[in-house]
């Protein structure tokens, strides 16, 4: 028992410090490409008032502070590098829930898909749909300000908060926003803690803002022999004004991983697949829905209406997981470029594994222009991981060169913060490292992740 683990034991309850050695609390979804990471404690604080003693009393000792969500991150923000991880699984309350005003204010380890259902029991709304929904935590949605395929008409997390509630250092408990749709009193700190990946405080709660369930929502799929003829499609449903919900592409590679499983199956020679879909009121959604149909049949092989939209989205889901199992591991990043380069980012994708002799696919939110770059690996194989690290040095380049950036969805984390000074121009770079010291002093929120 470390003595970190031990002196906390001194002022929690029995549940709320687990060993450091806890292996549920040492990797995130990074485990796949060999990062794990090892801690002097782990404790589950049961109220926001518990969260912030412990961190005062990290902070008053300086020792780090992890905090963790359901473990889903694709950057390894969640992996502690030593220190106390501060799991908020036990937070899982609702304080508030008005559903004539649209509103609700939840604790930050609430699951995702448990919001989701709670809201649309009084048919609301709660739109951000990152994958892994069932594992990830709202508090670590809003840390990395997580997208999802309906962000392309919704937006992101941050898009859906109205306030939090969080611990910033050295252990005090504030709110930023609140119950109430604007507030532009003072410099936008919400807005600062949103995507900020537990590195200048800890989420506790958050006002959530919330829609009218859309009636209807009508996806299409339609499959093209390869990216020339999907990208061109794409570029038809934007360029002709279909304001759909979702438009998520695969490619090839991508598709022949998860295509195994597609309802009602895919047809010969696919090589490509694009999923589009229409919402809101069932007239106007099968209207919109007619005519992204033929947007998307030019050049296609098949162009279908799925009637069961969950099925659908239950298998894009599992696209990842599917696109691991070929190999075991692989190294998937999330870079984002201009709308109109996607294809050229595809593309550079395939190259970019020829050139290291890796197999690649890409597959991701084509209407956000972020795609989820991938390179598979065996697990074990430390030379072929080495060469995915340099494939990705240049799937990174490739992005800045398309007008892009690093990533558009998972975050810096531990894995990409290398590449965070390519990225950010040296002034902006020092504006950042001022925020992060003026929040965390003494580089206790998460170190080693972010910048
Ligand atoms: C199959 C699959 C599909 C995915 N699809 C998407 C997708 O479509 N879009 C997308 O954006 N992401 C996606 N992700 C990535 C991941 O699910 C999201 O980033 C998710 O929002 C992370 O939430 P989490 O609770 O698991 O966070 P964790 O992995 O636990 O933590 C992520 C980061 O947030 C910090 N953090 C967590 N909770 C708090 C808190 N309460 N206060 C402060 N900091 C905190 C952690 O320190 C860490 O830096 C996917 C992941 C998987 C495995």
């Known amino acids: 028992v470390s003595g970190i683990e031990k002196e906390l034991r001194s002022f929690l309850d029995a549940h709320a410090v687990l060993p450091g050695s806890s292996a549920a609390y040492l990797s995130d979804f990074t485990e796949e490409r060999g990062l794990g990471g090892h801690a002097d404690a782990v404790v589950l604080p049961r109220s926001a008032e518990e969260t912030a003693q412990v961190v005062a009393w990290c902070y008053e000792r300086d020792v780090p502070i992890v905090p963790r969500g359901g473990g889903t991150g694709f950057a390894g923000g969640a992996v502690p590098f030593g220190g106390v991880v501060l799991s908020l699984e036990r937070m899982t309350a609702v304080r508030s829930f008005d559903p004539l005003v649209w509103r609700i204010e939840v604790e930050a380890g609430m699951r995702t898909a448990d919001l989701r259902r709670i809201v649309r029991e009084s048919g609301l709304f709660f739109p951000p749909d990152p994958g892994a929904a069932e594992q990830s935590h709202v508090g670590g949605n809003i840390a990395t300000n997580a997208g999802g395929p309906h962000a392309f008409k919704y937006g992101v997390t941050g898009a859906w908060v109205l ?37 200048l405080g800890v989420v506790t709660a958050a006002w959530l803002r919330l829609l009218p369930a859309p009636e209807v929502f009508l996806p299409v799929v339609a499959f093209y ?30 598709l022949a991983a998860a295509g195994g499983s ?20 069932r007239a106007e959604a099968e209207r919109l ?56 980012g595809i ?10 002799g890796l197999e690649a696919c890409s597959w991701g939110h084509a209407g956000d222009g972020n795609l989820h770059s991938t390179f598979l690996v065996t697990p074990g194989d430390a030379e072929e991981l080495e060469r995915c690290e340099r494939a990705v040095d240049d799937l990174f380049a490739l992005a800045l060169r398309l007008g ?11 894995v990409k913060r290398a590449h965070v000074d390519a990225y950010l121009p040296p002034a902006v770079r ?3 490292g001022q925020i992060k010291r003026l929040f965390d002093p003494k580089n206790l929120f998460n170190p080693g992740k972010k910048l």
């Open 347 to 356: 593309d550079g994708t395939l190259e970019i594994g020829r050139r290291h």
């Open 163 to 199: 306030g939090l509630e969080a611990v910033l250092a050295p252990g005090q408990l504030v709110r930023v926003g609140g119950p109430m749709r604007k507030d532009v009193a003072g410099y936008d700190l919400k807005s600062l803690l949103i995507g900020s990946e537990g590195t």
């Open 430 to 432: 020092a504006v950042q």
């Open 225 to 254: 022999g390869g990216v020339t003829a999907g990208a061109a499609a794409l570029q038809r449903v934007v360029g002709t004004g279909l304001a759909v919900a979702a438009l998520e592409y695969l490619d090839g590679g991508a």
């Open 262 to 281: 597609f309802p009602e199956g895919v047809p010969d020679g696919a090589a490509f697949l694009v999923i589009a879909e229409a919402d809101g009121s």
């Open 289 to 344: 829905r007619e005519e992204v149909v033929d947007a998307l049949a030019e050049g296609s092989l098949a162009v279908r209406t799925p009637a069961d939209a969950a099925a659908l989205w239950r298998w894009r889901d599992g696209v990842s997981l599917a696109v691991t199992a070929q190999r075991g591991g692989k190294v998937s990043e999330d870079v984002v470029v201009p709308f109109e380069r996607i294809a050229e």
């Open 404 to 414: 892009g950036s690093i990533s558009g969805e998972h975050g810096v984390g531990a």
